[in-house]
């Protein structure tokens, strides 16, 4: 089991920055962030292989940056330049800690409450 939870959600203007972060119980080799709009698909902002981030989609690539820290507990996502576009839920998740294979959404099993992202024009 992984008990996930997340912080650092707010609201800003647009071309802001914020830091959101999230605290895992235990080491898992793939962890993401995930983010859904009302009445819009869930969709992955970026998955972490260990340390190593990956598949930044054309939305967000050169804006935001996903990172662990040393302990590999906290999960960060850093977003800069904000965009309407990007208000939603965020939410951080993980898979069983044997799964290898990180860029699959349906891997992920485990997830937090969610933290909400708001962008004024």
């Known amino acids: 089991q992984v008990q996930l939870v997340e912080s650092g959600g707010g609201s800003v203007q647009a071309g802001g920055s914020l830091r959101l972060s999230c605290v895992a119980s235990?080491?898992?080799?793939?962890m993401a962030w995930f983010r859904q709009a009302p009445g819009k698909e869930r969709e992955a902002v970026a998955y972490?292989?260990?340390?190593?981030?990956?598949n930044y989609p054309a939305s967000v690539k050169g804006r935001f940056t996903i990172s662990r820290d040393i302990a590999k507990t906290t999960l960060s996502l850093q977003m800069n330049s904000l965009k309407p576009e990007d208000t939603g839920m965020y939410y951080c998740?993980?898979?069983?800690?044997?799964?290898?294979?990180?860029?699959?959404?349906?891997?992920?099993?485990?997830w937090g409450q969610g933290t909400q992202v708001t962008v004024s024009s």
């Open positions: 998740a993980a898979t069983d800690p044997t799964i290898r294979a990180c860029s699959t959404p349906g891997a992920y099993n485990y």
């Open positions: 235990r080491y898992t080799y793939c």
């Open positions: 972490v292989y260990d340390i190593v981030s990956v």
